[in-house]
């Protein structure tokens, strides 16, 4: 079989499964079991393929270019929505009369909960490093020249900057570039400059308040246009989620995984006993845990397989408001802080594994208090501006290694089954921002108890 003719025939199947869940779609089966039949299908198409034609095949990398214009050009649709959801969000908040009231309230608890779960998350990284008694020396092998060497690049930038510059580096300097993402820590810079325009509003409102009075209608006017092209977008999940998760399987071969089985089962422990943490908050705030999982659920699956928490940003929004009964004001700050600020995955478990692999091969002891309060306060530190995009946690174990002056060689062995442990991180990721909106809402009196404890609410397209 020619390449030609294997390309066609791969494209073609999945052109018929993406039919058939668009039939199912047709006939309005519920959000939930949409997405997991789309999981389900993808991952069995994803892996049927490699068996059959290799994980490093040329047929099946041209397939899956076609393929990606489904699952890829889905992510970019998110994303191309998520600046505009977080300026628009963060401004129309001091809008509204009962948040400029509870502003600083709301603020704290979000903050709050995102860096103080981090730091549970990177003590609860260390222990599973720590019972599965993981060592350098379990991951040899060579990783790819070109990836290990843009790794020691990158991680050149980030030690050419002292800490006061990288906190400088958060401030917006150039605004439409940071719109454009062309930073790192662009997302951030676009956080600080919505509360600014929001501060300003505030200022202009007690001096001038018929000018800050058309300023609001027009942000609430672009916040309506924004949120109904939310919904179109998100009408396309099933079919973006399915190709994802069929790239994702088809091109992580088996041995490679296995290789690294150890190493992958101690970040999904961690991940595991992370969500037990968010449970038992859930609990101790008298929120059904069950009832709030089947409603979070549609968010924590697309964020599983698409690994980008940019991406699922519009749909943690709507569950937060539609399902869980949280005001929107709440759920855009918790959705927004969350996406880059103490990202519970990506700043606190992988960061901390990793760093205490390599710590031991430069003489450090990574049992003595001072290196856990060190690693864990440089964990926190290092999440604020983590990208919420696929593999954003290299960038904040970048910082955190360089902070401790580690090497990153081993890191570059485990960048063969990073999407692995990446569809895990985000998933723990984004389950953190929605328990900070629900929390912070529950707190300052922003919930609907009606729409939470309702078990119909749950999100529908």
Not at 104 to 124: D, E, P, R
Not at 234 to 254: E, K, W
Not at 376 to 385: E, R
Request: with cysteine.
């Amino acid at each position: 079989m020619n390449d030609t003719l294997g390309t066609f025939i791969i494209v073609a199947a999945a052109l018929l499964l993406l039919a058939g869940l668009a039939a199912v779609h047709r006939k309005k089966a519920g959000f939930t079991p949409l997405i997991l039949l789309s999981l389900i299908l993808g991952a069995a198409f994803g892996f049927i393929l490699q068996q059959i034609f290799g994980a490093k095949s040329r047929v099946l990398a041209q397939a899956l270019d076609w393929i990606g214009i489904v699952g890829n050009g889905y992510v970019s649709l998110l994303k191309m929505l998520v600046v505009p959801l977080i300026f628009l969000s963060l401004v129309g908040a001091f809008t509204q009369l009962e948040v400029r009231q509870n502003l600083k309230k709301i603020t704290g608890f979000v903050l709050g909960i995102l860096l103080g779960t981090t730091a549970i998350a990177s003590i609860l990284g260390f222990l599973s490093t720590v019972l599965f008694d993981l060592q350098s020396s379990n991951f040899t092998g060579t990783a790819g020249k070109e990836a290990l060497a843009s790794i020691q690049e990158h991680q050149g930038e980030i030690k050419g900057l002292t800490l006061p510059q990288q906190i400088v580096s958060f401030l917006p300097s150039n605004i439409f570039a940071d719109f454009s993402g062309s930073r790192a820590t662009s997302t951030i810079a676009v956080v600080i400059f919505a509360l600014l325009v929001g501060f300003a509003y505030l200022s202009v409102r007690k001096s001038e308040p018929e000018y800050a009075a058309v300023f609001a209608k027009g942000i609430k006017a672009l916040q309506l246009i924004i949120n109904r092209l939310v919904k179109l977008v998100l009408a396309l999940t099933p079919y973006g989620t399915f190709a994802l998760i069929t790239n994702t399987i088809a091109v992580n071969s088996l041995a490679g995984i296995n290789h690294l089985g150890l190493f992958i089962a101690a970040v999904y422990t961690a991940l595991i006993l992370v969500l037990l943490v968010h449970t038992l908050i859930l609990s101790v705030h008298g929120i059904n845990p069950v009832l709030y999982y089947k409603k979070a659920l549609p968010a924590l699956l697309f964020a599983f397989s698409s690994r980008t928490s940019a991406g699922t940003l519009p749909l943690n929004v709507k569950i937060q408001i539609e399902s869980l009964g949280v005001s929107p004001t709440v759920a855009n700050f918790a959705a927004s802080f969350g996406l880059t600020i103490g990202q519970n995955g990506c700043a606190g478990v992988y960061p901390t594994i990793v760093a205490t692999i390599i710590a031991p091969t430069v003489g450090l002891d990574i049992f003595s208090w001072q290196f856990i309060l060190m690693l864990v306060l440089i964990d926190v530190i290092a999440s604020f501006g983590v990208a919420g995009v696929g593999g954003g946690a290299l960038f904040t174990t970048l910082i955190v290694l360089g902070a401790l002056n580690l090497p990153v060689t081993s890191l570059g062995v485990l960048i063969a089954i990073d999407p692995i442990v990446d569809m895990g991180r985000t998933l723990v990721n984004v389950n953190d921002s929605i328990l900070a909106g629900l929390i912070t809402a529950k707190k300052t009196n922003q919930l609907d108890e009606t729409i939470l404890n309702d078990a119909n609410a749950v999100h529908s397209i």
